[in-house]
């Protein structure tokens, strides 16, 4: 057999089941192959749109995913996508063929563009190894968490191999979890235990964790609340502060300035979580756990780093933990959150005219309409703190939030490739005009495969994070005329409503009624007089 074919079905065998892409020239017997041994392929109509399905994916499903991109122009393509996998760390296996002479048209470095976003280059150089790297890339992608480029040359692809070289391939065992050094669970316990005001925020590394950490939080009478990526993990708990930092409620960050200890697990506290600091109380002990040492106090500075899993490290810390102590969970603080711990729950004038809906209004009645069993992916931009912060999700893997390179445009993908990692519930994508218009390619893959979406566009007609920013400066290079962005979604074979106000919402609960037989466009003409809360916050990391 050829290497291509070896190197498909070792992938397969490997644990790489889901695979998205744009099949060219290139990649093409490599694709088939994996197709051939039993993975599922997803084309997309753009190899951007192709990298972030696999991003978001691979976050949902907890799996290693797979991209498949042609030489060249199909690699730099899905760049942005590919970055952002990297900044986040999502362990990804982008396949990409490669012509390894200058004098083709697809010729580029492509170990430099890998280098460059943040991933990390590996080449197919023989035939007679193809197998055995294209394995260490996918237990590379596993164990490191890391984002993984593939290069497969296309001379190497073309040579013969033995028809056996691939039967030896078999998926990398788990990830070894990290056991914390005895004296950093003792000195933590200690922390715990002289702290009266706790507060738990809980990113990325915890996400498999919510059990222990909910757990151990009750013990020290620790408030709970989560890095936007983590957003769902504590659903339902009556002691949780949702997310921390610019989307967090008045009275969740009140409650968090005011903890005298703060423990992030498995999450930076960077300026996004802890809005720039200022989340954290001058008397405050600020204590990180981690699995990789190297993101202890890569943000801040840290008063106690504990390298070590996350659940292991909290039933460590159970197991030392005394009787129950109250902490912050007092009476007081329970009326206040069951009142207004929620931004749906915070009264607001509602700004709607005749012509244009509130985004806060439109939000808290999607709450209600949509199932409360539902994926929600955002894309970036003006609009994106109201789905973040008003529409829940069921738990951890309900919602998806490729924000790390803060690129628009990924949302409709995002949602997809979350949408098929949890078939089991309705997908929610929520985007902005802008983000919908640059990836609206994607609506063909929505309605192609087949998936009972709702896309929901907050549609403002503008970049509208630059045109709050920017005030008082000439506009016209970031606001827009009117697009009928329903017609357009009707075009995809999309149903599709123009929301102004919350009676044309009815359209959206007949939809939910079913048979849903169709994805749903929301086209919702969102006032547009204000920024949201958290812009200003935003534009401090620029």
Not at 11 to 19: D, I, R, S, W, Y
Not at 229 to 251: E, K, M, N, Q, R
Request: charged share 20%; with cysteine.
């Amino acid at each position: 057999m050829k290497a291509a074919e070896a190197v498909g079905r070792a992938l397969t065998a490997a644990g790489v089941h889901q695979v998205f892409g744009v099949v060219g020239s290139g990649n093409f017997h490599v694709t088939n192959a994996m197709l051939a041994a039993g993975s599922r392929f997803v084309a997309a109509r753009h190899e951007g749109g192709a990298a972030t399905m696999a991003d978001a994916y691979a976050r949902v499903s907890g799996t290693v995913a797979g991209l498949s991109v042609h030489q060249g122009p199909g690699l730099t393509n899905a760049l942005t996508g590919i970055a952002e996998a990297a900044k986040s760390r999502t362990p990804l296996l982008v396949l990409a063929a490669e012509a390894t002479q200058p004098s083709s048209n697809f010729h580029v470095d492509q170990e430099a563009l890998a280098v460059a976003v943040g991933a990390v280059s590996e080449r197919v150089t023989f035939p007679h190894s193809a197998v055995d790297v294209a394995c260490a890339a996918v237990r590379r992608a596993l164990h490191e968490r890391r984002t993984v480029l593939l290069n497969l040359p296309l001379d190497v692809q073309a040579m013969e191999v033995p028809d056996t070289a691939a039967i030896a391939a078999a998926p990398p065992p788990p990830r070894a979890a990290v056991e914390p050094a005895e004296a950093d669970v003792t000195a933590l316990a200690a922390a715990l235990d002289r702290a009266r005001r706790p507060v738990f925020v809980a990113g990325r590394g915890a996400r498999d964790s919510g059990e222990a950490l909910a757990a151990l939080a009750g013990r020290h009478g620790a408030l709970l609340a989560t890095s936007a990526v983590a957003h769902g993990l504590f659903h339902g708990d009556p002691w949780s502060l949702g997310i921390s930092g610019g989307f967090a409620t008045d009275l969740a960050a009140e409650l968090i300035q005011g903890a005298d200890l703060i423990v992030g697990w498995g999450c930076s506290l960077n300026m996004w979580t802890m809005r720039h600091g200022r989340l954290i109380g001058d008397d405050a002990t600020v204590v990180q756990v981690d699995d990789d040492a190297s993101a202890l106090g890569a943000h801040r500075d840290v008063h106690l780093g504990v390298t070590g899993d996350v659940g292991r490290t909290a039933r460590r810390l159970l197991e030392l933990a005394g009787e129950r102590r109250q902490g912050l969970r007092t009476d007081e603080v329970a009326r206040a959150l069951a009142a207004r711990g929620r931004w749906r729950d915070v009264p607001h004038e509602d700004e709607s005219t005749r012509d244009r809906i509130d985004p806060r209004t439109l939000s808290v009645a999607l709450d209600d309409i949509l199932p409360a069993e539902r994926v929600v992916g955002v894309d970036s931009g003006n609009f994106m703190g109201y789905p973040s912060a008003y529409l829940s999700v069921p738990d951890q893997h309900g919602f998806c939030f490729t924000q790390a390179f803060q690129s628009i445009g990924l949302g409709l993908a995002t949602t997809i490739g979350a949408a098929l990692a949890r078939p089991d519930r309705l997908p929610v994508a929520a985007l902005g005009d802008g983000g919908a218009l640059m990836g609206v390619a994607e609506l063909d893959t929505v309605r192609r495969l087949g998936l009972p979406m709702v896309v929901v566009v907050y549609d403002d007609e503008a970049y509208g994070a630059e045109v709050h920013h920017f005030d008082g400066f000439p506009l016209d290079t970031v606001t827009f005329p009117p697009t009928d962005l329903a017609a357009l979604a009707r075009g995809h074979g999309f149903e599709a409503v123009t929301v102004r106000g919350s009676a044309d919402l009815k359209a959206v609960e007949d939809w939910v009624r079913g048979p849903r037989s169709a994805p749903l466009l929301v086209d919702a003409k969102v006032t547009r007089e204000r920024g949201a809360w958290w812009l200003e916050e935003a534009f401090r990391g620029h």
